[in-house]
């Protein structure tokens, strides 16, 4: 779930595999996906059509299908925490997050094999991505899932919506390039403002479990720790973000094939609607959504492909009112828009001026600077 899930880790990942955010880990919530624009795409949307040659119909087509294709992603995403929820309801958390990972390795798996791709070969990579799994796949699923024992699936959305908050943060700590600046620093301030909100502050918290809520909330800020690690350690890597996620995701699967087993004791069953949950959150929520997450980030863009952020907790919400009967306060639709507003502002930036000033270098030698 990346996951998740902005612009900034957006970033991140499309600097550290050159392929979506996804490359590295395929997430929910957050996170958020970048891959560079394929040129015919950019030379299409440029290009007039050219009468009679249904250019016009193509590009209303794909039009159509992108924002489809979004929609669903959106949905996905954000039933994710619902599917979640109806599986801790059959299964312990640890054992839920095994099966989503197990599940979306094996989707991913399945399109390397039909690709004909290979995994990485390199120790030193394998060894990177088996920290990435953890920061971006078995850590955060397990916090999620365990959170949701004792919060409604529409909190945990909601926590997942702050990862562009923690990623500002700590990009800030970690990547020296990266310097805040005065908008992103209020969208910080609003987006935890908003979490305040959601928590009920001005009520001492009453009715919310500050423990579940802290691990969502770990969870959301696990995102961001991972993505920036993969900066760190894999940027310039040749291999291709199909290949990477698979290792990824192999990896957290095995990591939790270990811990899972000293945790937690086999279920007694296996319950039909739990066992479709975890199975819908690992094949569609894990791996399918990659796909869909990687076909968007290359056909509109990361910019573009990245809203889908904002969408997930309204879904999530939504999800968990209409089919799970959570009850809503005000409060929590409240502060998820102000969470929402802070998010965007922080990964907001000024628009270059366009309008020549008397002072302005000309560009030839702004470039030769």
Sequence with gaps: MCYEVADRIVDVMSTATGAPNASAAPAP???????????TTA???????SPGTGGG????SRALGWRLRFAVLSLI?????????VGTQGFAPLQVTLGRVTFGALVLMVILLVKRER??????TWGHLAVAAFFLNALPFSLFAYSELTIPSTLAGICNATSPLWGMVLSVVALSEDRPTRRRVAGLGIGFLGVLTVLGAWQG??????TGTAMALGASLS????????RRTLAGTSHSHLAMSSTQLLLA???????????TTAPTGLPLVPLLAVFALGALGTGFAFLLQYGLVAEVGPTTAQMVTYFVPVIATAAGVALLDENLSWNTPLGALIILAGAALTQSRPRPSTAPSPTTIPSSAAQRR
């Design 29 to 39: 919530s957050a996170a958020p996906a970048p891959l560079s624009t394929p040129a």
């Design 43 to 49: 030379a299409d949307a440029a290009t007039p059509a």
């Design 57 to 60: 119909f193509a590009r209303r």
């Design 77 to 85: 995403w954000g039933f994710s925490f619902l599917f979640i929820k």
């Design 119 to 124: 995994l990485p070969r390199s120790a030193r």
């Design 205 to 210: 918290f009453a009715g919310t479990d500050l």
């Design 223 to 230: 995102y961001p720790i991972g993505w920036i690690y993969v």
């Design 253 to 263: 699967a095995a990591q939790l094939a270990v811990v899972t087993p000293l945790f």
